[in-house]
């Protein structure tokens, strides 16, 4: 057989990575017995064609690149202080000929006056007209207002935006008590950071001293806050604080732990328990900016006015990445958008969460806040430890030729507790992928001498090329900090091998692959990604060594070991083998469709 090769660039150090392209062989007229079929579906008579791998390994690897280091700035327009929600529901409101409609009203955090003051002087405006002095925190409330009043206050200096009282995002993690065995060392362990960060020396602590200050690597986390006095996070890390909550507070906290366990993803020294719940960055310092008053009521107002307090702020506490672990489905927001071109003309990376929908993700359930230009946001892999590399099926995803920048371990993290001073919690979701990349950023900063090219390593999963899913691919830790050194030398290996393929399949038809198990010793994850958005069924299907799925005429689906049957655009079988030898893997099209699939674990092609 002639070796093929993908013509594209894949990055393939973490995982030896076997490319794999179909030599078809047909045999008509093998029919399904009808109790080997799944009971809610049905196909007719089918086509049995065999897809031979080719073995042909290709060891590149591929960048993506941000630059920040702008000689040309992005031209922006003067931010409205009308968000879009609100102008939404203005154009409703005018079709109605509604005479009031309810407003939230947001000042702005150095107005010089507190909203009680405000609504004083602005009396004949608010007199009456108050629904909900607490509004979103400290510099919000709520009332109902006429199109006049609206316009009147956009006049005002002091106004920051105007939106509506449902304009919230939410946390996008998922706490998992069950789990409780591996800890935040897997993830940095298999991404190659751990090696990364032993290998070139950093940690995030730029200035070499024993204490934290705006010199070191300095990550903003926009969330529910943080808990200064849990051990991985204590010592003067959080070096700046700003609550748009509760505005008297002068002490960073968590009250609702979200935050605390993102920003000891990042961050965080493991000091209770050492060598085990270390973080990405652990030498890097903080900025803490707590946003949401509930893990459902983060409000868009309060992220835009934290993202220009950052940027006013950026010389004072030398802020280098945000971290936005936060957001919802929907179109892109100007407004938000606006702000992320602002802090990247300052220099300042922002990294976002994809998303998760926890019942599993379709096409375009995609974070709005993932759909800006100079964003980077990030998708949720599980890593090797949790049985992996295989894709989280709750991370969202885009449509079209929209979608996530990358993908990073987000799957079962273990980290900080907050409010238990020494005590760890685990929590799956892109909110935990997304300080993967922000403390990877950090160890960066420092490898490269503070350089604001960042060049991100990345291996290719999924559809060939960027796709809508993994975006551009899974992140390669330990050659990210390698090549940010500038160093020539060192390597990584989890000892994990990646074989992928790509085709497309007929309804009533099944492709079958041989994937030779070498080892017991790790998972077999087998990714099936279906590239069609118009809802096209595909089955996943696993038969153990010396099993023929086809006997005497018929398909046995009965006889496979492992299955993933469901209605969402992708299949995910991990399962620990009982016996090492060659597996044959089942693709069975309800609907004609194109795919993807990656096998990862200790194997290879037979």
């Known amino acids: 057989m002639n070796s093929k090769k993908f013509v594209k660039c894949l990055s393939l150090c973490i995982l030896s990575c076997l490319l794999v392209l179909p030599t078809t062989v047909s045999a008509d007229g093998v029919q399904i017995a009808p109790e080997h079929l799944p009971l809610t579906k049905s196909l007719a008579t089918l086509d049995v064609q065999v897809n031979l791998l080719d073995s042909e390994p290709d060891f590149t690897?591929?960048?993506?690149?941000?630059?920040?280091?702008?000689?040309?700035?992005?031209?922006?327009?003067?931010?409205?202080?009308?968000?879009?929600?609100?102008?939404?529901?203005?154009?409703?409101?005018?079709?109605?000929?509604?005479?009031?409609?309810?407003?939230?009203?947001?000042?702005?955090?150095?107005?010089?006056m507190t909203k009680e003051e405000f609504i004083e002087r602005e009396s004949e405006i608010f007199n009456g007209n108050i629904t909900d002095l607490n509004g979103f925190g400290g510099y919000s409330f709520f009332a109902t207002l006429t199109t006049d009043q609206i316009e009147q206050l956009l006049q005002l200096d002091e106004i920051a935006s105007l939106s509506t009282p449902d304009d919230v995002v939410s946390v996008y993690g998922e706490p998992d008590e069950q789990q409780s065995e591996i800890y935040l060392n897997g993830a940095t362990d298999m991404t190659g950071i751990k090696k990364g960060r032993s290998d070139y020396g950093v940690t995030g602590n730029r200035d070499g001293k024993a204490s934290y200050s705006k010199?070191?690597?300095?990550?903003?986390?926009?969330?529910?806050?943080?808990?200064?006095?849990?051990?991985d996070l204590s010592g003067g890390k959080i070096i700046g604080w700003k609550d748009f909550v509760n505005t008297s507070s002068t002490t960073a906290y968590d009250d609702l732990g979200h935050g605390t366990h993102v920003a000891?993803?990042?961050?965080?020294?493991?000091?209770?328990?050492?060598?085990?719940?270390?973080?990405?960055?652990?030498?890097?310092?903080?900025?803490?900016?707590?946003?949401?008053s509930s893990n459902t009521s983060c409000s868009t107002q309060n992220i835009l006015s934290a993202m220009d307090w950052i940027v006013a702020n950026k010389d004072t506490y030398g802020i280098d990445i945000?971290?936005?672990?936060?957001?919802?489905?929907g179109s892109a927001n100007t407004s938000f958008c606006n702000r992320v071109s602002t802090a990247a003309n300052n220099g300042i990376l922002t990294v976002v969460a994809a998303g998760n929908t926890p019942t599993g993700s379709d096409y375009g359930s995609l974070n709005h806040m993932a759909k800006c230009s100079d964003v980077l946001s990030v998708a949720n892999v599980a890593d090797p430890y949790e049985g992996g590399w295989y894709l989280n099926a709750s991370s969202n995803r885009g449509t079209g030729s929209e979608g996530p920048t990358l993908a990073a371990p987000g799957t079962s993290i273990r980290a900080a507790k907050a409010n238990s001073t020494?005590?760890?919690?685990?929590?799956?979701?892109?909110?935990?992928?997304?300080?993967?990349?922000?403390?990877?950023?950090?160890?960066?900063?420092?490898?490269?001498?503070?350089?604001?090219?960042?060049?991100f390593k990345i291996e290719d999963y999924g559809m060939s090329g960027y796709d809508k899913v993994y975006g551009n691919g899974l992140i390669l830790g330990h050659q990210t900090i390698k090549a940010a050194s500038g160093s020539s030398t060192?390597?990584?290996?989890?000892?994990?091998?990646?074989?992928?393929?790509?085709?497309?399949?007929?309804?009533?038809?099944?492709?079958?692959?041989?994937?030779?198990?070498?080892?017991?010793?790790?998972?077999?994850?087998?990714?099936?990604?279906?590239?069609?958005?118009?809802?096209?069924?595909?089955?996943?299907?696993?038969?153990?060594?010396?099993?023929?799925?086809?006997?005497?005429?018929?398909?046995?689906?009965?006889?496979?070991?492992q299955s993933s049957t469901g209605v969402l655009p992708q299949e995910t079988i991990s399962f620990k083998p009982t016996a090492t030898g060659n597996y044959t893997i089942g693709v069975?099209?309800?609907?004609?469709?194109?795919?993807?699939?990656?096998?990862?674990g200790q194997i290879s092609v037979p």
């Not at 945000?322 to 489905?329: K, P, Q, V």
């Not at 960066?444 to 350089?451: D, H, I, Y």
């Not at 077999?524 to 809802?535: K, P």
């Open 215 to 231: 010199n070191d690597s300095v990550i903003a986390v926009i969330d529910t806050g943080i808990d200064s006095g849990h051990v």
């Open 61 to 112: 690897e591929s960048s993506l690149s941000l630059n920040l280091n702008r000689t040309q700035y992005n031209t922006l327009t003067a931010p409205s202080k009308m968000l879009d929600k609100l102008k939404e529901r203005l154009q409703v409101m005018t079709l109605h000929a509604q005479g009031k409609i309810d407003v939230s009203i947001m000042l702005n955090y150095d107005a010089g």
């Open 422 to 455: 020494s005590e760890y919690i685990t929590y799956t979701g892109t909110s935990m992928a997304t300080p993967m990349i922000t403390g990877l950023a950090a160890l960066m900063l420092q490898a490269s001498n503070g350089s604001l090219n960042y060049d």
């Open 490 to 561: 060192g390597s990584f290996d989890n000892y994990r091998n990646h074989i992928r393929a790509q085709t497309n399949i007929a309804a009533n038809n099944i492709n079958l692959y041989n994937i030779k198990v070498n080892s017991t010793d790790a998972h077999f994850a087998n990714t099936l990604i279906i590239n069609d958005e118009n809802g096209a069924d595909l089955d996943l299907y696993i038969w153990k060594p010396g099993v023929e799925p086809i006997q005497n005429g018929q398909l046995r689906l009965d006889l496979a070991i």
């Open 264 to 292: 000891s993803i990042a961050t965080g020294t493991g000091a209770g328990d050492p060598g085990i719940e270390t973080g990405v960055a652990p030498g890097a310092a903080l900025v803490g900016i707590k946003v949401c």
């Open 588 to 600: 069975l099209a309800y609907n004609s469709a194109t795919y993807a699939l990656d096998w990862a």
């Open 322 to 329: 945000i971290n936005i672990s936060l957001g919802s489905s």
